[in-house]
């Protein structure tokens, strides 16, 4: 089991930036894709950006150029940098993981193959 813990949400104007974490309990595994995802009241949880063992990065067209996603291994952290914030950027953001890169890791990648779920962390973009 894996455990996903988000931080560094929080409110901040159009034009800002933010920078959320994602710590694991443990290192996954040698092969797993792992993304970011973001969600708004009554609305399908969407993928932003996904980052899988090989260090490939894909992301949303929404948040391309304004959005980085990168990984410490020996940290087991993943990170999200937001640059450019956006109104329309705020929404809970989620991290998850999972071992079955075989499955792909792209951004339309089905949010129900993801194994492990961190509790989210509210990112507000005010105008």
Same mark, same amino acid.
């Given at each position: 089991? #894996? &455990?996903?813990?988000?931080?560094?949400?929080?409110? #901040?104007?159009?034009?800002?930036?933010?920078?959320? $974490?994602?710590?694991?309990?443990?290192?996954?595994?040698? +092969?797993?894709?792992?993304?970011?995802?973001?969600?708004?009241?009554? +609305? /399908? &949880?969407?993928? %932003?950006?996904?980052?899988?063992?090989?260090?490939?990065?894909?992301?949303? *067209?929404? #948040? /391309?150029?304004?959005?980085?996603?990168?990984?410490d291994n020996a940290k087991k952290t993943l990170s999200l940098?937001?640059? $450019?914030? /956006?109104?329309e950027d705020t929404a809970m953001y989620y991290c998850a993981?999972?071992? +079955? !890169?075989? !499955?792909?890791?792209?951004?339309?990648?089905? %949010? *129900?193959?993801?194994?492990?779920?961190?509790?989210?962390?509210? %990112?507000? #973009?005010?105008?």
């Amino acid at each position: 089991q #894996v &455990r996903l813990v988000e931080s560094g949400g929080g409110s #901040v104007a159009a034009g800002g930036s933010l920078r959320l $974490s994602c710590a694991a309990s443990r290192a996954t595994y040698s +092969k797993y894709c792992m993304g970011w995802f973001r969600q708004t009241p009554g +609305k /399908k &949880r969407q993928g %932003v950006a996904t980052i899988d063992s090989n260090g490939r990065t894909m992301y949303a *067209d929404s #948040v /391309k150029g304004r959005f980085t996603a990168s990984q410490d291994n020996a940290k087991k952290t993943l990170s999200l940098q937001m640059n $450019s914030l /956006k109104p329309e950027d705020t929404a809970m953001y989620y991290c998850a993981a999972d071992r +079955k !890169l075989w !499955l792909g890791c792209g951004i339309e990648r089905d %949010v *129900d193959y993801y194994n492990f779920w961190g509790q989210g962390t509210q %990112v507000t #973009v005010s105008s």
